[in-house]
């Protein structure tokens, strides 16, 4: 047997550990001001790129695909290389990995607060950085796989499984979801209208959560606890069952960010159905986490990278029996726009990936510097902070979700509704919104209380860049003497068999869904009285895209009393045929808008946008008086109208040159005319002209209809 | 609108029932599968990643928990 000597790669873990650090601090700091806004919209300093709808997208980015992203890097890169025996595959790759994927943070950061969005949730990025992220991401699967073909170690543990699935998984959701027809370098529209953009886009919603915060840190679960531990997984057996079910299901359940919408009942039924049954898989890794640390309960006591992750894999199961729980259709009528959704991913964002990424942070950095932990009781403070913090972010946003839920459906004695202002439900919720924010900064100064820890950790040890190792060479004789016969162990010896049955376990969900998603597409009910946006209504649109205004506003009435009485009639699957992208929403911090056009007169939006507090004393929305100021731009018209063309939307051939001008001009003349009898003197060529236009065109389609 | 559309989608009683099935006959299989593997294999795979560091090579530094005992 001969003995090989190599180096493990340290200088890349600690870089991805740093990179999850920082971001880690913006991301929640973007979090807590976002939060002190719908309690003080002033805290905006009423510039438009520090705005709730344009920082929303830059927090949610940053916590999963900064934070996170750079965490799960962090945990692979060392584990991999361990588990494989091997050095990663090339450290230019690792590099071009690092630098590839922060540079996308850093443009993410750049262009979200310059209002550069698609709107669609956790792919809000522009098809530019699209494209650069599939790139960095087939960068890394090409170093995942060489390093796994290149492996020292016969076969491949269970957390290589979960980041084999994660690699490939990732890779399909995004491309799928990007496919986006370009206006210019920063705008494209959706290929996917209404209804088929709303499911594709919570396909890849929901699973980005599976495959991009759970199954990588399942992955990390199945290294580092073990480690910590210093003993085995509880069960192999069930690590096997937990993996492919998990992957199995996970991928049916989307449709349930979309019940009671326009979408069709069967998909509704189809995902609350694999919904309900992933509790299974993932009480099945999460208790095969937890009894892992039978018999070693005692180092928990003292070990707090073990709290951390104790902490962590129950926040797992938390969250993995809650969410199946809101994805029953009856639950999820209280739910669903409420603050319980945000309670939920919060315990996951917060209980699951961040305190599994703190777990490992604190159990890396004193192994890469040959030193101890420079504070255990430090660590210990970070703990108790992070886990008050979590609460008093959770518990009131229950409290406040359950009571948006059952405020927004209640009805007097009389058969009317108890609260048809929505503002005075809004208003309830202040002081739970206050206290959501008091938690963030709890759980923020625990992060910087670890980097301090961390940061003088490294100074008072010394760094490791290659860790040399010895190990027996792999060779092809040293087959096992106890055969299964057709068992997992062939399987595992075979990372591109693995891949590939992988990919079919994933497919045949999406498959399912999206076979019949081209059929709906097809028997979608026309609506003969929907037409394409005007020229202005459209450019009105793509402001309200711009600013983000889905974030607290949904476009969606859904088929209950409760929501027909406040809003109007419910949305027809027919009315979003030229909707690129859709923007249903998932939360209604404000009313839903779909049936807002012709409710208000056109001088009250232009007053309502200007300061809405003027119209509706108490509003939490912010002010938006640079609309009233800035000049729309009309000079990509023809741009957006051929886009949109190519992708379906049936405007006259030839309409874009000149005749979308006229249009639009005698558009807004008009509206400036509506706003002149309620003595506003406005130019026609400010951005809220067009803004106005399309809030008073929503929902009109139908009532005209009605009208016929 | 329901109606509407499933009316005209065709066979979509099959497609609830097919993925019923679908996932029946893939777990049945996983755990049969997973039940008939040899207990030897799984110990050895259980024991993988502890094994990761006990090769020749700088030892690795003292757990967390051996610090906290030895700062009391």
Request: with cysteine; proline share 5%.
């Amino acid at each position: 047997m001969s003995v090989e000597t190599f180096k493990y790669d340290n200088r890349i873990v600690r870089a991805f550990a740093i990179a999850t650090v920082l971001w880690g601090i913006v991301g929640m700091a973007a979090g807590i001001l976002i939060a002190t806004q719908l309690v003080l919209p002033a805290t905006n300093l009423n510039l438009q790129f520090t705005t709730f709808g344009r920082l929303r997208p830059l927090h949610t980015n940053a916590v999963i695909f900064a934070f996170v992203g750079n965490g799960m890097f962090m945990g692979i890169y060392y584990s991999l290389q361990r588990l494989c025996k091997a050095r990663m595959f090339s450290d230019a790759l690792s590099w071009i990995n690092f630098w590839g994927w922060n540079g996308i943070i850093v443009s993410a950061a750049i262009t979200l607060p310059l209002g550069l969005t698609t709107s669609k949730e956790y792919a809000e990025l522009e098809w530019p950085i699209d494209i650069a992220i599939a790139l960095i991401w087939v960068v890394f699967c090409i170093n995942l796989f060489g390093t796994i073909v290149k492996r020292r170690e016969r076969h491949m543990y269970v957390a290589i499984w979960f980041y084999i699935s994660t690699a490939v998984t990732v890779a399909v959701l995004h491309i799928v979801n990007s496919l986006e027809v370009p206006v210019s370098l920063f705008k494209s529209y959706s290929i996917y209208a209404g209804v088929q953009d709303a499911l594709v886009q919570w396909w890849y919603g929901h699973n980005a959560v599976a495959f991009f915060l759970t199954t990588p840190y399942l992955g990390m679960m199945y290294y580092y606890l073990p480690k910590a531990a210093d003993r085995p997984v509880f069960s192999y057996r069930l690590s096997i069952i937990h993996f492919w079910s998990l992957i199995f299901i996970y991928i049916w359940a989307g449709p349930h960010h979309l019940l009671y919408t326009a979408l069709p009942d069967w998909a509704q039924s189809l995902g609350m159905v694999f919904s309900v049954m992933l509790v299974a898989p993932s009480w099945g890794g999460m208790l095969n986490g937890l009894l892992t640390l039978r018999g070693a309960w005692d180092k928990v006591r003292q070990d707090p990278m073990l709290k951390f992750m104790v902490v962590a894999v129950t926040a797992y199961g938390m969250a993995t029996l809650e969410g199946p729980t809101l994805a029953i259709k009856s639950v999820n009528s209280l739910s669903h726009y409420t603050d319980w959704t945000i309670a939920h991913v919060h315990t996951g964002a917060l209980g699951w990936n961040g305190f599994l990424t703190f777990s490992v942070l604190y159990w890396l950095f004193p192994r890469m510097y040959k030193t101890k932990l420079w504070s255990i009781k430090l660590a210990n403070y970070h703990f108790w902070i992070g886990l008050l913090g979590m609460m008093f972010y959770v518990v009131p946003m229950y409290a406040s979700g359950v009571t948006q839920g059952l405020m927004w459906k209640q009805f007097n004695e009389d058969g009317f509704m108890q609260y048809p202002n929505f503002l005075e439900i809004v208003i309830q919720l202040l002081p739970m919104h206050a206290l959501r924010a008091v938690g963030g900064i709890l759980y923020l100064s625990g992060l910087v209380l670890m980097a301090v820890n961390l940061y003088r950790t490294a100074k008072s040890g010394k760094f490791v860049p290659d860790e040399e190792v010895q190990v027996a060479s792999r060779a092809p004789e040293a087959a096992p003497a106890h055969h299964g016969g057709f068992t997992h162990r062939w399987l595992e010896a075979k990372p591109l068999t693995f891949t590939v049955l992988s990919i079919v376990a994933i497919l045949i969900g999406g498959l399912v869904e999206i076979v019949p998603l081209y059929l709906v597409k097809q028997n979608v009910p026309t609506i003969s009285s929907v037409k394409p946006y005007s020229p202005l209504e459209l450019l009105g649109r793509d402001i309200y895209i711009r600013e983000g205004c889905v974030g607290c506003h949904s476009q969606m009435v859904r088929p209950f009393r409760s929501e027909t009485e406040r809003y109007g009639e419910y949305s027809k699957a027919g009315e979003f045929v030229y909707d690129h992208p859709f923007l249903w929403g998932s939360k209604r911090t404000g009313p839903d808008l779909h049936r807002l056009g012709g409710k208000y007169p056109d001088a009250w939006h232009y007053n309502h946008m200007d300061n809405p507090r003027d119209t509706s004393p108490g509003s939490i929305m912010p002010r938006y008086s640079w609309l009233l100021k800035q000049t729309l731009e009309t000079t990509s018209l023809p741009a957006r109208i051929n886009a949109l063309r190519k992708v379906g939307v049936p405007y006259p051939a030839g309409y874009e040159n000149g005749q979308a001008q006229n249009d639009l001009q005698a558009q807004s003349l008009k509206i400036v005319a509506n706003l002149k009898t309620g003595s506003i003197k406005a130019e026609p060529t400010r951005e809220i002209i067009a803004v106005v236009a399309y809030l008073q065109r929503l929902g009109t389609d139908i009532k005209a209809e009605v009208k016929k | 609108m329901i109606e509407n559309v499933l009316s005209r989608i065709g066979g979509i009683a099959g497609y609830g029932l097919f993925s019923i099935c679908l996932f029946f006959a893939f777990f049945t299989g996983l755990l049969i599968w997973s039940l008939r593997l040899k207990k030897a294999y799984l110990k050895e795979m259980q024991e993988l990643p502890l094994r990761d560091d006990a090769e020749v090579g700088p030892k690795p530094s003292p757990e967390n928990h051996a610090l906290a005992k030895s700062e009391k």
